[in-house]
């Protein structure tokens, strides 16, 4: 028998394959070219996907966390069980060996400065079903968080109902569940899904939901995400996001039925708000001590200043940051702060995981007066408190 562990991180796992490039971001538009041969580094090879991010930072913040991904029985998913083994032996212990399937693995693109762009072949991911979970070890766990659903076929297949029942089964079991997304390829069968319908039966069984901005509203919004897309031109789609926008989507992903929602925010930072104090309070095992001051809450944690080195991962170290805070039971201006804070530490590394530190340097960092970024909103609603959280009143 597995020893119960504070969290399980299940869903897409695969290979990244990162070639470190040189020069500023001035010259990308004109080294992209047809024909052109680019020097790079020496490729940096890490396990990427939210199992592999989200899980092992998790594990690295001093949170026991048992792993649940699926790779082939290949040279590929060799690569990923070492590299998972060489964190701690333990974190491979419930990674599944399909021999029928090939391992998944994405290639980086990551220049110095610029967003990155991935080139992805979902392999062994694309088989995963909610029969590869195993409820047993879930149901001994405080934290269920699963990750990136868009990139794994049975999961969004006939309606999404694998990933429903995944959840449902789940949160029967009295464990807190966690979802994030992943952006889909919209010239693919994920980016045609209806994803309003698959959340909408999905989200009633989720308590925490951490997407990114601009995947969410794609989902939602297709037209929506075209203006904003193009209102934005090569900055980041956060850059023109507004408060407004944020309570209005907030608003819809609570009525959908999850008590917490985070959105990711870039280089903005990170958004929280939750529902009202019986959602709060129905949040499972993981559940906050004090339910009033999580309840009805809405937070914008804006990022730390740091030289970045890489945006791989730092999403799914985001959402790491979170989670922790709420197993360690911190407030949610505190989990916010937490958020923000680890994926500042995961953008100082272009590996994935290397900036990351453990979770009391992290804090002592924080406490020192680690520099915040500017926030600026024009909503009088809003106010800044000690912690340089913004938080919005009515």
Not at 201 to 208: A, E, F, G, K, N
Not at 220 to 245: C, I, K
Request: proline content about 6%; charged content about 20%; hydrophobic content about 40%.
């Amino acid at each position: 028998m597995t020893k119960p562990r504070d969290a399980v991180v299940a869903g897409h796992i695969c290979l990244d394959l990162i070639p470190p490039f040189l020069g500023s971001r001035s010259d990308w538009k004109e080294a992209f070219q047809p024909g052109r041969l680019l020097k790079v580094g020496p490729v940096i090879s890490t396990t990427g996907g939210a199992v592999s991010n989200t899980g092992r930072a998790l594990h690295k913040l001093g949170v026991s966390t048992h792993l649940m991904g699926k790779v082939g029985d290949d040279l590929l998913g060799q690569a990923i069980l070492q590299v998972v083994r060489s964190q701690d032996p333990v974190l491979a212990e419930g990674m599944i060996v399909d021999a029928a399937v090939d391992s998944s693995y994405t290639v980086v693109i990551n220049p110095p400065g610029v967003d990155r762009i991935f080139l992805h072949c979902p392999g062994a991911n694309d088989t995963f079903t909610a029969d590869d979970v195993n409820y047993e070890i879930v149901g001994q766990t405080r934290l269920f968080h699963f990750g990136y659903p868009p990139l794994m076929s049975k999961m969004f297949e006939r309606a999404g109902i694998q990933l429903k029942q995944m959840f449902q089964r789940v949160k029967a079991a009295g464990v807190t569940t966690s979802l994030d997304m992943a952006f889909p390829d919209p010239a693919s069968p994920a980016g045609e899904a209806d994803w309003t319908s698959i959340l909408g039966q999905t989200l009633p069984h989720v308590d925490i939901f951490t997407p990114n901005v601009e995947e969410i509203t794609y989902m939602l919004d297709g037209e929506r995400h075209q203006r904003l897309s193009d209102a934005a031109g090569d900055d980041e789609f956060a850059s023109v996001v507004t408060p407004e926008m944020l309570t209005h989507l907030s608003d819809r992903l609570l009525d959908m039925g999850c008590g917490i929602v985070g959105l990711k925010l870039g280089a903005r930072g990170f958004y929280v708000r939750t529902g009202g104090r019986d959602a709060i309070a129905a949040l499972g095992r993981a559940a906050p001590s004090e339910t009033e001051r999580w309840a009805n809450r809405e937070l914008w944690a804006p990022c730390f200043e740091v030289e970045v080195k890489g945006t791989t991962g730092a999403g799914d170290a985001t959402t790491a940051g979170f989670l922790a805070g709420l197993l360690a039971d911190l407030s949610p201006v505190e989990a916010a702060t937490s958020a923000v804070a680890v994926g500042g530490c995961a953008v100082e590394a272009a590996d994935t995981l290397k900036g990351i530190r453990p979770w009391d340097e992290i804090w002592q960092r924080v406490k020192r007066g680690w520099a915040r970024r500017p926030l600026q909103t024009e909503d009088n609603h809003w106010r800044r408190d000690q912690q340089s959280v913004w938080t919005r009143e009515e």
